[in-house]
Each structure stands twice: as C-alpha cells, then as structure tokens.
C-alpha cells in the first residue's frame, strides 16, 4: 500500500513531464499531420537553455530566492525554446511544405540528429548538475518504517504542469488564436478562404509546443537536477508513445497517455523489474491499439462531414 | 456553342466604371491539365452576377482561382483597382471578398457558434453580436442549433450555414458556389430571396455559380455561361433566360 501511493506520486510527477512534451508532438500532427521526430531533442535543449539560465540567475544576478529563480528561468527557457522552434520549422520543415509526404519526416530526424551533436559539442558530452535545491518533502504518512513522501519539487511540477496545461486549453478552446489553429487543423484551405494566415498559424503551433517542452525541460531539470545531451530521446520516445496512446491529435489524450506512462512506468520499476520498464509501456501501447486503433481519445477516421 | 454570330452583344454593364473584379485571360492548370482556358469576366459595384455551365465546366475552379488557389498560370485578376493575382489568399480574404465555397466545408468539429465567428475573423469581432444576429435573423435554423458540431448537421443547414458565415465578414463581393445545393425547394426560394435582400438593400456585389439555372439567371443582373474552361455567352440575365441554345442546354424542363 505505501510502496503503492509513494510510486503513484512518483508517477504522476514523471507523467506530467511526458504529457507536457506530448502536447508538442500532437499540436504539430494535428495540424500538418507530421511527426515532429525533433521535439524530443528540443525538450533536451530547452533543459540546457534552462540549466544555463539557471546558472546566470543564480550566479550571476545573484537572485538569492529560489521560487524567484525558478519563474525567470521558466519563463526565460519558454522564450528561448520557442525561438528555437519557430526557426526550426522556418528553415526545415516550411520550405519542405507541399512536397512529398516523407520528406518533413526526415527533415525532422535531421533537426533531432542535428540538435543533438550540437548541444553535445557545444556543451560536452557529460552530464551537466545544477546544484541540489528545494529538498523538503512532506511525510504524508509512515507505516513499518516505509514513509510514503511527497517532496516540493514533485509539488511544484504538477502545480506548474496544472496552471500551464488550464492557461493552454483556454487558449485552445477559447482565444482567436486557438480558434485559427483547430481551423487549419480541420481544413486549411477554408482557415484561408476566411482570411487564416495558414503558415503563421502553423508557425505558432510550434511555438506553443516548444514553449510546453521548455516548461517540461525546466521540470526534468529541477527533478533529475542532471541533463544530458542524449536525454531528448527517450523522453521524447515515451511522450510520443503517451500521445499515440492518448490519441494523436488530441489534446487531453495526449496528458491523459503522458499520465498513464509515467504510472505504469513507475509502478512496474516497483513491482515488477526496473529494466524491463520501457517495454512495459510499449507493450501498453500495443495492446491499446489493438483494440482502439485511434488511441484512447482519438477520434476515429470516419467522420460525417 | 461559342458560334460568335449567335453571340448576344455583351450586355451594356453600367458604363464608365471600372469593375469591381476584373478577370482578363485567366489560365488554370490542374497539374498538366487545362481548367481554365483563358477566362475574362467582370463584376461590377453593385451586381448580381452569375455563372451557369455543365458539370466539370470549371466554374468552382474560377471561384478558387480568384481566392488564388490554385492558382492561375496566366491572366490577371483585378479587384477593387488592385492587382490580386498573386496575393497570398489570406490576404485577399482581407480586401473584402468572402466565399461560400462548393462543397460548403463547414469546420466540422467546431460549433456552428464557432463558424460564425471564423467567419467573423478579419473583422476582429468588431460588431459580432450585431452581425449574429443578422445571419440568426436570415437563418433561424442556426440560431436554434448555436451550440451544435458543424459536422453534424444536415446538408441543408450546412449550406445556411456556409453562406452566414461568409456574411459575417460583412464582405463587399460575396462568391457563392452553387448555394442552393441540395436544399429542398422552399429554401432554395428563401435563399435567393436573402441573395436579393443583400443585393437591393445593402448594395452587396454578389457572384454566384448555380447548377439551377432558371433561378439564378432570374435573380442576376448578368451571366456568363462557361463550356469547358471558357466563356461561350454573356448577356443580361433576361437575355440568357430567352436564348435558344441556353434554354436547351440548361432550362429543358427546368423553367417551374
Ligand atoms: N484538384 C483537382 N485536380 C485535378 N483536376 C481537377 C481538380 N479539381 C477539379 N479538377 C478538374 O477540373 C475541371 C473543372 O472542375 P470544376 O470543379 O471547376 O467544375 P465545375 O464547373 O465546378 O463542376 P460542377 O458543376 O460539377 O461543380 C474538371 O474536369 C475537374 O475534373
Ligand atoms: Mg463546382
């Protein structure tokens, strides 16, 4: 039962990074029907950016309060990751618009390759420590000497992925902006004929993407308080599962499928054996496909129009 | 058909304007394929316009090429005084001209609430609320079903609510794309009557292709009868209507 809470707790929190990240991957599909294979690595850069704000605000500007800290280099990191993939779909995947289905796909995987080696040459290959901080955690309850904790970093993570996810969703559902991208995303060539910039509607939705996996980034990065430049693959590999789980193209399906890998990965790291956990969440995958072949909140491909 | 001696004269549009749209020696190329062979037509402030021609003629073809896609491959097209033929479509939306397109293609996850204001968009919303309730005055369908998914409506009420999206942008030319398709007769009679409304009390340019011939010539001030990709006869609505060889190709039976 304690074993259970605790990994639950741990689960929502790692749950809440892979929906933030999987966010990215579902906007970008729903609305040009591409998987972005490069928004894992975004997510790993955004930690660097966020690492190095970290380090300036802290070092540098000599900003003592924590809390403080934090909101400067979130806010600085979703400015600077959605910089980041604006250009990115200027220079690699606009120019390839209209071209054969396959050729933004590779594109894609070179900006992941690209990503990767730059921020390894640019930053060095290992591991790179932010100095441990808000350490507290709150016993919840202890039973047999197992104290099932909750610690303010995990606290901290889902309040920022709530209030993040709430401002996301009204923008969505309720702001013009929103209104123009599920346009796009249902027809673009009438989001035109009403007067819709199409590009720069599919330029935004990259933004907003890249802004969530800088919210994510700055996450990992305050949780694991260590990132590696090869860190943008198997979270973005895992993301990417939680939105196909959660139904590619949809929004709550994609916190919904963030949610359920990070539960079953840490319940079966628990439970069962921590090293067959990847495969725990695949074949949770596979399974869910068989029989609901759109995911769980997809919508199936007929539709009366 | 495009025999030049049975050629009605051009009908005298209203002299000394310049058009409101201007379309001069229009090519569109669907890949290697000729649409449109070099098309000029013209639309003046103030006109019920329209285009009659077979299935496959075309005719959709040059509503989108005036929205510019596709785009066409030669010719130009003028509107307002400006030349838009290559101007991005977005942006043509913003001068003023509004379609309903064929095939209505009503954002079909989103409310009818939602269209409209899609709609609504290059307006900023400026005087939303006025112009709802407007288009909920013309289509009392849509004000009941505000809150329904586009895509689940019936043919006829996406066809309403086509147009009354098109309104919302309070458009100078509106271009209408077969609106009486597949809409039962009553409505076809009460459309055209909102067509005629606009048209009379508003001063709105309207250009209008229609499978329904017969209405359509009777509601235009002018036509324009399009045979594969090009523009064969033009005359006043009246002339249209009494010419032999439109009244075989497209009254024959028609005419109620
Ligand atoms: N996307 C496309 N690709 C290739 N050919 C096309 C495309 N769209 C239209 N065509 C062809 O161009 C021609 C003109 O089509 P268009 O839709 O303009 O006809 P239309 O006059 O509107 O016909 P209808 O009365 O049936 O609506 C047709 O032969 C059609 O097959
Ligand atoms: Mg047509």
Redesign the pocket.
């Known amino acids: 039962m304690e074993v259970f809470v605790q990994q639950l707790i741990n689960g929502l929190t790692l749950g809440s990074i892979y929906g933030l990240i999987a966010i990215g991957y579902t906007m970008v599909f729903g609305i040009i029907g591409m998987i972005n294979f490069a928004h894992g690595d975004v997510f790993m850069l955004s930690a660097f950016i966020a690492l190095m704000l970290f380090l300036f605000v802290t070092a540098w500007l000599g900003i003592g309060s924590i809390a403080i800290a934090l909101i400067i280099v979130m806010i600085g990191a979703m400015l600077l990751t959605s910089l980041w993939g604006w250009t990115l779909e200027r220079m690699a995947y606009r120019p390839l618009r209209g071209s054969f289905r396959l050729a933004p796909l590779i594109s894609a995987i070179g900006v992941s390759i690209f990503l990767s080696n730059f921020v390894q040459v640019s930053q060095g290959a290992r591991n790179k420590p932010i100095p441990p901080m808000v350490r507290d955690v709150i016993v919840l309850f202890e039973r047999d000497g197992y104290a099932v904790a909750l610690s303010y970093k995990q606290i901290i993570i889902m309040l920022t992925t709530a209030v993040l996810l709430a401002i996301f969703w009204y923008v969505v559902q309720k702001t013009p902006l929103g209104r123009a991208q599920r346009a796009c995303e249902q027809d673009r060539r009438m989001a035109a004929l009403v007067g819709i910039d199409v590009d720069r509607t599919i330029s935004l939705t990259f933004v907003m993407g890249a802004s969530l996996a800088a919210v994510a980034g700055t996450m990992y990065l305050l949780y694991y308080g260590v990132v590696s430049f090869a860190d943008g693959f198997v979270p973005g590999v895992k993301a990417f599962t939680a939105a196909v789980l959660g139904g590619i193209g949809s929004l709550p399906g994609a916190v919904l499928g963030g949610l359920i890998i990070g539960l079953v990965e840490t319940l079966w790291s628990a439970y069962f054996s921590i090293e067959y956990k990847d495969v725990a969440a695949f074949s949770l995958l596979a399974i869910v496909l068989i029989f609901m072949p759109s995911g769980i909140l997809g919508r199936p491909e007929v539709e009366k129009v | 058909m495009s025999d030049a001696a049975t050629m009605p004269a051009p009908a005298q549009a209203p002299a000394g304007r310049t058009p409101l749209l201007s379309i001069r020696g229009v090519k569109t190329y669907?890949?290697n394929?000729i649409?449109l062979k070099g098309v000029d037509l013209d639309v003046h402030e103030g006109e019920i316009v329209t285009m009659i021609?077979a299935?496959?003629?075309?005719?959709?073809?040059l509503m989108m090429t005036i929205f510019g896609n596709p785009r066409c491959r030669e010719g130009t097209i003028t509107y307002a005084g400006r030349d838009i033929t290559h101007m991005p479509t977005h942006e043509i939306a913003h001068l003023g001209i509004a379609q309903s397109p064929?095939g209505r293609r009503i954002f079909p996850r989103m409310t009818v609430f939602e269209n409209l204001q899609m709609g609504a968009a290059i307006r900023n919303f400026a005087h939303f609320d006025e112009d709802l309730e407007r288009v909920c005055t013309m289509f009392p369908r849509l004000k009941e079903r505000l809150n329904q998914r586009g895509g689940t409506l019936s043919g006829g009420e996406q066809q309403m609510l086509a147009i009354a999206r098109a309104l919302m942008s309070r458009p100078r030319l509106l271009l209408l794309d077969?609106p009486s398709l597949g809409l039962a007769p009553l409505v076809v009679k009460q459309i055209f009557n909102v067509i005629r409304e606009l048209n009379e009390r508003e001063g709105m340019t309207v250009f209008l292709v229609e499978?329904n011939a017969y209405h359509a010539l009777k509601l235009a001030h002018r036509g324009y009868v399009m045979v594969t990709g090009t523009i064969t006869l033009q005359g006043t609505g009246k002339e249209l209507l009494e010419n032999p060889q439109v009244r075989a190709a497209y009254l024959e039976g028609g005419a109620h």
């Open positions: 669907y890949g394929i649409a021609g299935n496959g003629a075309g005719k959709s073809t064929e077969e499978q």
